[in-house]
């Protein structure tokens, strides 16, 4: 099947770097990608939707120059946490719909999450 | 309003037992679909079944079923001949309309499998 593609798996930075993860879609083209943040024991929550080419929708209360996303092309996403604090350890996970792949169109496809720790 | 409703944070069930994990759904729009992933410790989602609001019929797959009572806006998940490897959090899942919106979540059930 389709192949969503994060990277870095894991990472732990300092408090005040700025850390970058990348949502790759393998094999098909993704004009949109859906960024989703999971705290320990919790839910998915829904932080933004990617739009390739354009800025980024961010949910209500997700402050959209600490979380800088980029939708460079049709395959590549990325999640910029900046000046990333402790409370910011999470996992984030991206997901993205099939647009153009015949049979699979419509399909969502999520990534492997990315594990964020701030020291 | 909750979208989606999973009453239930923790499951115990006996190996090579069926069980069923409850989902309702908060919705007004006639088009939707609906899915159920499984989350072990390494975090991956992994999709299971999906069932579609004009779907006349419930979805299987494999061990997997889906109840759906449109009527009563519940999707639960049946798990038959459980097994040790089906231990993890199970989420429900909602997508409104059919252009490219996101899937909302509920908070999940943590299933537990007794040998």
């Known amino acids: 099947g389709a192949v969503v593609s994060q990277h870095p798996s894991r990472v732990i930075c300092k408090s005040g770097t700025s850390v970058k993860i990348e949502c790759r879609s393998l094999?098909?083209?993704?004009?949109?990608m859906f960024w989703y943040r999971q705290f320990p024991k919790q839910s998915l929550m829904l932080m933004a939707t990617s739009n390739e080419g354009s800025k980024a929708t961010y949910e209500q209360g997700v402050e959209k120059d600490k979380f800088l996303i980029n939708h460079a092309s049709l395959t590549l996403s990325t999640l910029t946490v900046t000046s990333a604090h402790p409370e910011d350890s999470s996992f984030y996970i991206c997901?993205?719909?099939?647009?153009?792949?015949?049979?699979?169109?419509?399909?969502?496809?999520f990534g492997e999450g990315s594990r964020l720790t701030v020291l | 309003a909750q979208k989606i409703t999973q009453t239930q944070p923790g499951m115990f069930v006996q190996e090579k037992e069926a069980v069923t994990l409850d989902c309702t759904y908060d919705?007004?729009?006639?088009?939707?679909?609906l899915f159920w992933y499984k989350q072990p410790s390494s975090g991956e989602m992994i999709f299971l079944i999906y069932q579609g609001s004009y779907d006349q019929q419930n979805a299987t797959e494999g061990r997997y079923s889906l109840n759906f009572q449109k009527a009563r806006k519940s999707a639960n998940l049946v798990i038959s001949a459980s097994q040790l490897g089906d231990s993890a959090m199970y989420f429900c899942?909602?997508?409104?309309?059919?252009?490219?919106?996101?899937?909302?979540f509920g908070k999940g059930t943590r299933l537990s499998v007794i040998a």
């Open positions: 899942a909602m997508r409104e309309g059919w252009g490219n919106t996101p899937l909302v």
């Open positions: 919705t007004s729009d006639p088009s939707y679909g």
């Open positions: 997901s993205a719909r099939v647009v153009s792949g015949g049979a699979r169109t419509g399909e969502l496809f």
């Open positions: 094999d098909f083209q993704a004009t949109t």
